[in-house]
C-alpha cells in the first residue's frame, strides 16, 4: 500500500510514493538512483548497506522506507564536497583501505558515524565499531590503517597511533 | 516481502485502537531488526505493521523513583543506548556490559531493549543476565497495565506473555544487592558478532564466614528460553561458597538445559558447556563481589 513520505537525503529533500515494504537501500538505490549503498546479505550482518539516519549508524537492508518518513539520511554519495573526497574517502585511497570496493560505501559511513560521536577512537574503540563491517578482500588491517589516518595525523598520537598487527 | 500497511501512531491511544481494530492482523514494529527478517523470509505475514518509534514517552533510562538504586528503561531506549548509558554504567554496571555483547553496533543502534524482549529469542544475550538481576517488564493496555517477571514472561522459543492489545512499555532492573557481584559470560568460539554457544549470568551475595547468602544463575542458547537455573541456586544458597559446592551446584544445570543441535555445537556439546559457563559464571560474580 503507497504511502507518501519524505526522506531529506544528502541535505535533498525528496517527496516519494514507495510501498510501505519498501526497503530503505532498494528506495536510496532504484527510486533516487544513489547506487552507492550496497546491499549484501540483507540480514543486518554484512554492514555493506550501511547509512546515517538523523545521524546514527543504520542497515538499509532491514529499515523501512516508511519507518524513515521525515528522518535526514547521508549516505556514501554525500560526503565528497565541492569536488573533494572526505577525509575519510581519501585516507581509504591513500592507505588501500578497499579492494574490490562492494564494502567500501558501509564501511567509510560506519566509520563516519564513529567519528563523529568518538573524534579521537583508540585502536580497540575502532575494532569494536567495526566489527559489524565485513570485508573479504583486504584482511581489516588497510581498513583500520585508513581510519587511524583519517582521525589525524597529530590526534591520532593520542588514539590509536600505530596499528598493531 | 508480501506488502501490508503501515501505521504511525503517535501515542499509546491510538495503538491500543489499532491494536484493538487489527488484533492478530497487525504486528508491532520498534527498531525492525527481528521484524523485518522475519517479514523478509515470510515467517511473519502481518498486513497491518504498527510502528512505535513515533509514540513519545518511552525512550528514557532513569533511576527507578522508589529510591531502590534501581533502574527503569523504557522500551524504545535503544540497545546502544543502554550499552554505552553512563547512569546504567554507574547504577549497574553489568546490564551496559551485556548490552554491549549484542550483535554489532549497528544493530544496537536500531534495536530496542522492548522489542529484543518480546521478540523471545532464546539465544539474546540480555535475558539471563536481567533474569539473574529479578527485573520485570511492564504490559501496559486499554484496560490497565501489570508487571509481569521478565523469567515468567518468557513462554517458548519465540513466544511471549504478551497478550492481545498490549504493549511492553518498560523494563524494571532491581540494583544488584549490597555486597553481591556480578556477571555475564558468552560462549563465542566463531565471530563476535554471533549469539552465543552458551551463555550464562549470575548475581552472588557472599555472607558472614564465606556462606552464601544468595545466589542468582541463569542461562541463555540452551533451551526454548533464557533458563532461570532455580535447582541450581536451591543448591548453593546457604552453603559455603567453596569450590567443590559452586561446582555440585553447577553441575545442575546439565539436567535444566535443552539445546539444540546445530552449528554452533551439538546439543551435548552445549550442555556440558553449559555446566562449565555455569560455573565460570558464578565464579566470576564471586569475584566481582565487592
Redesign the interface.
Known amino acids: 500500500?503507497d504511502?507518501n513520505i519524505t526522506l531529506t537525503v544528502n541535505g535533498v529533500a525528496h517527496q516519494l510514493e514507495v510501498?510501505?515494504?519498501r526497503?530503505l537501500v532498494d528506495c536510496l538505490r532504484y527510486d533516487l538512483g544513489l547506487t552507492g549503498t550496497k546491499e549484501g546479505c540483507?540480514?543486518?550482518?554484512c554492514?555493506a548497506c550501511?547509512v546515517l539516519v538523523n545521524g546514527?549508524?543504520?542497515?538499509s537492508c532491514?529499515?523501512?522506507a516508511?519507518?524513515a518518513?521525515g528522518a535526514e539520511i547521508t549516505t556514501i554519495e554525500g560526503l565528497a564536497y565541492e569536488g573533494r573526497l572526505h577525509p575519510i574517502q581519501q585516507a581509504f585511497v591513500d592507505y588501500g583501505g578497499f579492494q574490490c570496493g562492494i564494502c567500501t560505501p558501509g564501511q567509510i559511513m560506519?566509520a563516519k558515524a564513529l567519528l563523529d560521536v568518538n573524534p579521537i577512537p583508540t585502536e580497540q574503540e575502532i575494532r569494536?565499531?567495526m566489527?559489524?563491517?565485513l570485508c573479504r578482500c583486504t584482511g581489516y588491517y588497510k581498513i583500520l590503517e585508513s581510519i587511524v589516518a583519517a582521525i589525524g595525523p597529530t590526534q591520532a598520537q593520542e588514539g590509536a597511533g600505530e596499528v598493531n598487527r | 516481502m508480501i506488502d501490508f500497511q503501515f501505521h504511525n501512531p503517535t501515542s499509546l491511544d491510538e495503538v491500543f485502537s489499532l491494536l484493538d481494530t487489527y488484533g492478530d492482523d497487525a504486528r508491532m514494529m520498534a527498531g525492525g531488526t527481528a521484524l523485518v527478517i522475519q517479514m523478509k523470509q515470510r515467517l511473519v505475514l502481518p498486513e497491518h505493521v504498527i510502528n512505535l518509534r513515533r509514540v513519545p514517552g518511552f525512550a528514557e533510562i532513569r533511576q527507578t523513583s522508589n529510591g531502590s538504586g534501581g533502574l527503569t528503561i523504557g522500551a524504545l531506549c535503544t540497545q546502544q543506548e543502554v550499552a554505552t548509558s553512563p547512569l546504567v554504567e554507574q547504577t549497574i554496571p553489568i546490564v551496559a556490559q551485556t548490552y554491549r555483547h549484542v550483535a554489532t553496533p549497528r544493530i544496537r543502534h536500531m534495536a530496542t531493549v522492548g522489542g529484543g524482549l518480546v521478540h523471545g529469542d532464546p539465544s539474546q544475550d540480555p535475558p539471563p543476565t536481567l533474569i539473574t538481576l529479578g527485573a520485570t517488564v511492564t504490559l501496559v493496555s486499554a484496560n490497565g497495565q501489570r508487571e509481569v517477571a521478565l523469567s515468567d514472561f518468557l513462554l517458548d522459543y519465540y513466544e511471549t506473555d504478551v497478550r492481545p492489545g498490549e504493549v511492553l512499555t518498560q523494563v524494571s532492573i532491581p540494583a544488584v544487592p549490597s555486597g553481591a557481584g556480578a556477571a555475564y559470560l558468552k560462549f563465542l568460539p566463531r565471530t563476535a558478532d554471533d549469539y552465543p554457544t552458551v551463555a550464562a549470568a549470575a548475581v552472588v551475595t557472599p555472607g558472614e564466614g564465606n556462606v552464601c547468602q544468595d545466589v542468582r544463575l541463569a542461562l541463555g542458547a540452551v533451551g526454548t528460553t533464557a533458563i532461570h537455573a532455580t535447582d541450581a541456586e536451591d543448591a548453593l544458597r546457604g552453603q559455603p561458597l567453596t569450590e567443590n559446592n559452586i561446582r555440585a551446584a553447577a553441575a545442575l544445570v546439565k539436567d535444566l538445559v535443552d539445546p539444540l543441535d546445530d552449528y554452533r555445537g551439538s546439543a551435548d556439546y552445549k550442555r556440558d558447556m553449559s555446566e562449565v559457563f555455569a560455573r565460570r559464571a558464578i565464579q566470576s560474580a564471586l569475584t566481582n563481589a565487592s
Open positions: 500500500m504511502q510501498p510501505a515494504r526497503l540483507s540480514v543486518g550482518v554492514g550501511t546514527n549508524m543504520t542497515a532491514l529499515t523501512l516508511v519507518a518518513d560506519a569494536e565499531w566489527m559489524g563491517n
